[in-house]
């Protein structure tokens, strides 16, 4: 079965110290891969999302990047948090195709507080 | 990039009632699905409804689509405290930009 790994669980950073969020996904091949950011008692931001490896997709220009150096496994980054970059962070994926193809699958998240 | 939009942003019931909330979208869609978000965790894939179905049903949860309109509800029928949770609809397409709304915060009262 599918599983997907998201760490570190919970994290705290002061501002301008650099980020690695990590999530890797077992059990599946040629996932596409997603980051999603959610503020406090908000809505689900999309961040980036790549469909293979090497290849990703900005949607909102801001300090943080995103690389996919294996097939299944996806990296948050930044160079120099801000104080705006807290947040609850989420890793998910889907394959492509079949009835549930678009179902996606969500790790358990990361709590960042940048201080 | 697809994305619907829940209604209402906050709902408050009582144990045992039944719950409704809604998701409207803007363009055409290929399948509709809704998640729950438990306080603190990652999103947990309810049920999808495809675009040629009208009705769905999966336990306690009811989903219609009405494509002409461009709207889906969600139904949790005889709700338990453990629906407490917030509750998003995701629009397929055949995009790889997924994108949900700012959800529905269900508050279900003992």
């Known amino acids: 079965s599918q599983t997907i790994h998201q760490w570190p669980a919970t994290l705290v950073q002061p501002v301008g110290s650099p980020l690695s969020l990590e999530c890797t996904v077992e059990?599946?091949?040629?996932?596409?891969l997603y980051w999603y950011r959610q503020a406090a008692g908000r809505g689900l931001q999309l961040l980036f999302y790549s469909v293979g490896i090497g290849q990703i997709s900005s949607e909102v220009p801001q300090n943080l990047s995103a690389s996919r150096p294996q097939d299944r496994q996806f990296i948050l980054s930044s160079k120099k948090l801000l104080l705006s970059d807290s947040g609850f962070y989420l890793c998910?994926?889907?394959?492509?195709?079949?009835?549930?193809?678009?179902?996606?699958?969500f790790g358990e998240g990361s709590w960042l507080t940048v201080v | 990039s697809q994305q619907g939009e829940e209604d209402p942003q906050a709902l408050s019931i009582q144990e045992g009632e039944n719950a409704t909330m809604n998701c409207s979208y803007k363009?055409?869609?290929?399948?509709l699905q809704w998640y729950r978000q438990n306080s603190g965790r990652g999103l947990v894939h309810l049920i999808l409804i495809r675009s040629n179905e009208r009705e769905k049903h999966s336990g306690r949860l009811r989903v219609t689509l009405d494509t002409s309109k461009k709207s889906s509800s969600l139904l949790i029928t005889a709700s338990r405290a453990a629906d407490t949770a917030s509750y998003f609809c995701l629009t397929g397409a055949g995009s790889y930009q997924l994108t949900f709304g700012k959800g529905t915060k269900l508050s279900v009262i003992p």
């Open positions: 059990g599946t091949s040629n996932p596409n």
């Open positions: 363009t055409s869609i290929n399948n």
């Open positions: 998910a994926w889907r394959t492509i195709g079949g009835y549930s193809g678009n179902t996606i699958y």
